[in-house]
């Protein structure tokens, strides 16, 4: 099948069409069963195997292919440029990265562009590097052989990052660590965790094979470039690589077990950690207290700090130096004393005290004024133009809220946008009257609701039309690479950051892309196609449309789209009948 007799394309002088007919599925499985079996030899501490292993997958033309599909076709980033200004690659090209990295010793790492991008909700910016495309392709080559290996290795309540995992998780393990006993709170953060990690200790812990770890010595002192003026990189791991975030994991791992083994097996504390952020949970403020010391010591090992800003003693409960509760990931958790009573030990009434978890006020404001910008840079703008902006606002937050206790807050959202929206159009026709305002912008639904709305076009989302949808957190050493592939398939069906539309195609196409069959993951990028014309005035239907990859639908050839119309026309016609 392949170029030089193994599993990757065919060198028969097509240039083209060639990317598009690659066998992605058969290369895609050669791959995970390499990776696969990194993870196995990772989890028996068998380095040697490791190793082995490692240097066979980087040496693999489909892992090749892969890599730079997913830096030319998957990113979402695939179009912004390095310093060479190539922002985009054609079929042609991507041949010929696919042949560079046939030796990547050859490759010598280029400066990274800086580029500042806001924080939300701050004024202040984050800095990004983005590496050339060649520096991605290698960087996700690497990647894929070091993943596996640190996947069996990374600490079971480490979230950020991480394939399969999310903020969501990270959320469920505090709420399992809270809902029994109240807890003081180490709630802290890394200051300038990406910028400042040191690359002595970071190389050390990999203790890789020479030749990877010259790579990433390499991309980790390649400098950066800011305009015409280049930077010297001494510490410091640029955020924008593909590699980065990984490379920031390892260096913080080890941070869980430093703090729990300092103490008893009964009053070990709880550690949860995304990214650069992480809290401690213990019953006792001594326990806390000891718990900073040695995240301190443990941090300034590997040339970080806690930002004393961001950094707070506080209680699950108990107003401590602040309000009762802390804030994590734009979630506020706090325990509650209800209105309930149950028996206590002694045979007494005792109160009922419930841990809650709300969209934290920060999270909220910073909607609101999301909100409230999208509808005035739309002052005179079409009303069909300003529900198609707000929607895509509007339906992802709530999505990402959904977990927790919500409705409230999802019910004033609702009745603040109502205000500002009446502002809007009253600012549209000062002249008229408040009814003939409604009449022109609100409809009235079977069940006797105002929704802001066209005639016949789209409406606008309501925050409480979404449901509350709690989440099951992932357990805590599986990865993706062991191998249980329909446990990480429903899980991504059943993610609250699915949306409806395409859960109800990954369970009609049993969690596989129509277009592969390879079951979805976490890291693969979605989307829907629908192959047959609309029909009845409009109307969409579920049954024309398909969930692909995002390469199978760059990809996808006129005999498939054929093959695609014939089947939905079929399941259509029968439907119909």
């Excluded at 996700?140 to 990374?154: D, G, V």
């Excluded at 401690?280 to 718990?291: D, F, N, S």
């Excluded at 809650?356 to 703008?381: E, F, Q, Y």
């Excluded at 009745?415 to 609100?442: D, I, Q």
Aim: hydrophobic share 40%; charged share 25%.
């Amino acid at each position: 099948m392949g170029r030089n007799g193994n599993d990757g394309p065919p060198d028969d002088g097509r240039s083209i069409g060639d990317w598009a007919s690659v066998p992605w599925r058969k290369l895609e499985t050669t791959v995970y069963r390499l990776q696969k079996r990194i993870f196995r030899a990772s989890c028996r501490g068998d380095v040697a195997a490791v190793r082995s292993l490692q240097r066979l997958l980087m040496k693999s033309e489909a892992a090749r292919c892969l890599a730079v599909r997913r830096v030319t076709q998957d990113n979402q980033g695939k179009h912004t440029a390095g310093i060479d200004g190539v922002a985009s690659v054609s079929p042609d090209q991507r041949w010929l990265m696919v042949d560079r990295l046939r030796h990547p010793e050859t490759i010598k790492p280029r400066p990274v562009r800086r580029v500042w991008i806001p924080k939300p909700g701050k004024t202040e910016k984050r800095p990004l590097g983005i590496p050339v495309m060649l520096d991605r392709a290698l960087q996700a080559l690497a990647k894929l052989a070091l993943e596996p290996e640190w996947e069996a290795r990374f600490e079971p309540n480490s979230y950020g990052f991480r394939p399969a995992r999310s903020a969501h998780d990270a959320i469920a393990a505090i709420f399992d660590a809270t809902c029994k006993k109240d807890k003081y709170v180490l709630d802290a953060d890394i200051a300038g965790c990406f910028d400042n990690i040191a690359h002595e200790p970071l190389l050390a812990k990999l203790a890789t094979f020479p030749r990877l770890r010259h790579l990433i010595k390499g991309w980790l002192t390649a400098g950066v470039m800011e305009g015409k003026a280049l930077e010297a990189t001494w510490r410091g791991s640029p955020q924008g690589g593909v590699i980065s975030p990984l490379l920031a994991l390892i260096a913080l791992h080890g941070l869980e077990t430093a703090i729990t083994s300092s103490f008893g097996s009964r009053d070990r504390p709880q550690v949860v950690t995304y990214a650069d952020d992480f809290v401690v949970l213990h019953p006792t403020r001594a326990g806390i207290e000891k718990t900073q010391r040695i995240a301190e010591d443990w941090l300034s090992g590997i040339g970080l700090r806690l930002k004393a800003s961001k950094t707070r003693i506080a209680h699950t409960r108990l107003a401590l130096d602040g309000p009762a509760g802390f804030e994590f990931l734009g979630f506020h958790i706090r325990r509650y004393v209800t209105t309930e009573y149950r028996p206590g030990s002694d045979g007494r009434k005792q109160p009922v005290i419930k841990t809650l978890i709300k969209p934290s006020k920060d999270a909220v404001k910073r909607h609101h004024r999301v909100m409230r910008n999208i509808i005035r840079a739309r002052k005179t703008a079409p009303h069909e133009a300003l529900i198609s902006a707000l929607n895509p606002v509007i339906r992802g937050w709530s999505m990402y809220y959904r977990t927790v206790v919500a409705k409230k807050v999802f019910a004033s959202c609702d009745y603040r946008l109502f205000s500002t929206l009446l502002h809007w159009a009253g600012r549209r026709h000062p002249k008229k009257s408040a009814g003939w305002v409604f009449a022109k912008y609100w409809r009235r639904r079977d069940e006797g609701r105002l929704e802001f709305a066209t005639p016949d076009g789209p409406r606008l989302a309501v925050h409480a039309d979404i449901p509350i949808k709690r989440h099951v957190k992932v357990r805590g050493h599986a990865s993706p690479y062991d191998g249980k592939l329909v446990y990480w398939a429903s899980r991504l069906r059943d993610h609250p950051l699915t949306t409806s539309r395409i859960a109800i195609l990954l369970r009609r196409q049993r969690g596989k892309c129509a277009h592969c069959r390879l079951l979805f993951t976490d890291a693969d990028t979605i989307t829907v196609k629908q192959f047959v014309p609309p029909q009845w005035n409009g109307l969409t239907d579920l049954t024309r449309m398909r969930a692909l990859h995002q390469h199978c639908r760059d990809n996808i050839s006129d005999q498939a789209k054929d093959t695609y119309r014939a089947e939905v026309a079929e399941v259509f016609t029968t439907r119909t009948a």
